[in-house]
């Protein structure tokens, strides 16, 4: 990769230390999910994971290669924060079936209710959506742009050398997802869908990406019907606060920092705030949620990032400024 104009100085040492924090909250959830799969009635559908474990596998090694061997950080930031994401979501998706199973009260109602105080009104953002029908593919596809808009950011904030910022993308999204994971299992919601019986001749127009396809597994996890852990394949089942939401301003958050891919992004975005409640079947509370935990996790994210990366450099500096020792004594 060519050298960035904007190529940041970040000490390695203190990336290393914040890959390490990563992989330690990894590590810890994929053992709390082992833990419960060994302590109950859940069990572990292996054959989910080799996709995820393999596609790590590869970015791991060739972080190794761009970090140690043919050194180049930009590469090797970038397969690091691959290879991180990757494993989240992996675990983190067993992790939320196993929020769900904790069962506890819906609080559709208190959601619809808190839209409507609000001035929202979800039945006739459907009713638009399925009258201009010849739009909503652009609104799904917004809404199912998650994926490549990751792998664009990640790429383009190596490209650019802002390897901090790989770091700031990768733990705000992993914390953003332990948060709405915990919050959606305390606060346990089917959505919009489920919550007004929604069928197909509602909106015979338009095709929504998720509707209700999610509601066997989430009512299975809770009535004790449904046991299986998985990684690949796994359906998204948090309603409240809006994951989706979270991730779209994190990505915006961090892609300003690109100037080449700043306003493209914001765009799908903005396109994507607008989906989210028909094509992710969300209440408009869960976006406003997802909107403030994002903002809170991009900011401890990147106050933990620059606090290491600060403190790892004044150590350095620290250790730089004490005189040598000639531990020989003098000649004579």
Known sequence: MPRGRNEAIVPTAGL?????????????????????????????????????????????????????????????????????????????????????SLGGPLYDHWFEAADSALGFDWPALLAWMNSHAAI????????????????????????????????????????AALATIAIAAMVPAQGVWGLLQLRAADYPDIVPATRDVHLPIFFGLRDGSYRQLTAAGAVGLITFPSFHTALAVILTLCAWQVPFIRWGIVAINAIMLISIPVDGGHYFVDMIAGGIIAVLCFLAARALVTGVAMRTASVKAAFASVPTTNVAGPAG
Request: charged content about 10%; aromatic content about 12%; glycine content about 8%.
């Open 16 to 100: 290393r230390l914040v890959d390490g924090l990563i992989w330690t909250i990894i590590g810890g959830v994929a053992a709390l999910v082992l833990a419960v799969a060994a302590l109950s009635s859940f069990h572990v559908v292996l054959r989910s994971f080799l996709l995820p474990a393999l596609g790590v596998a590869v970015m791991l090694a060739g972080y190794w290669l761009y970090e140690y061997r043919r050194t180049d950080p930009r590469l090797a930031g970038a397969l690091a924060c691959t290879a991180q994401i990757i494993a989240f979501a992996a675990v983190g998706a067993p992790l939320s079936y196993i929020g769900a």
């Open 136 to 175: 909503h593919p652009l609104f799904r596809a917004a809404y199912l742009s998650l994926l490549p808009q990751t792998a664009i950011v990640v790429l383009a904030l190596a490209w650019i050398g802002r390897l901090e910022w790989l770091r700031v993308f990768a733990l705000g999204f992993v914390l």
